[in-house]
């Protein structure tokens, strides 16, 4: 059972910042953030090969950059400029194989205050 740790959430204010990661006990695959708030479904944030392509959600371009670190097997979420809209549950994913399972953390709260 592959397993996922994340940390780096917190409160935070309007055009701050703040950096999650989340490591893995797989390898390689593809690796990324969902988030999901109160009422809302859970939406793609940013996601990363094993290669390096990345892919974000038109909401967060520009302000969020996605990277991973392979040997270390961890994935990282700088977001910059957060605003109260980004407030939500944020989910790593880890997928070794696009048509094998998809494999989720337990969750980080980021909350940002106007």
């Known amino acids: 059972q592959v397993q996922l740790v994340e940390s780096g959430g917190g409160s935070v204010q309007a055009g701050g910042s703040l950096r999650l990661s989340c490591t893995t006990s797989?390898?390689?695959?593809?690796m990324g953030w969902y988030r999901q708030a109160p009422g809302t479904r859970r939406d793609l944030v940013a996601s990363?090969?094993?290669?390096?392509?990345?892919n974000y959600a038109d909401s967060v371009k520009g302000r969020f950059t996605i990277s991973r670190d392979n040997a270390k097997n961890t994935v990282y979420l700088q977001m910059n400029n957060l605003k109260p809209e980004d407030t939500a549950d944020y989910v790593c994913?880890?997928?070794?194989?696009?048509?094998?399972?998809?494999?989720w953390g337990q969750g980080t709260q980021v909350t940002v205050s106007s």
């Open positions: 990363i090969t094993s290669g390096g392509s990345t």
């Open positions: 797989g390898s390689r695959g593809s």
């Open positions: 994913y880890y997928k070794r194989v696009l048509t094998g399972p998809t494999y």
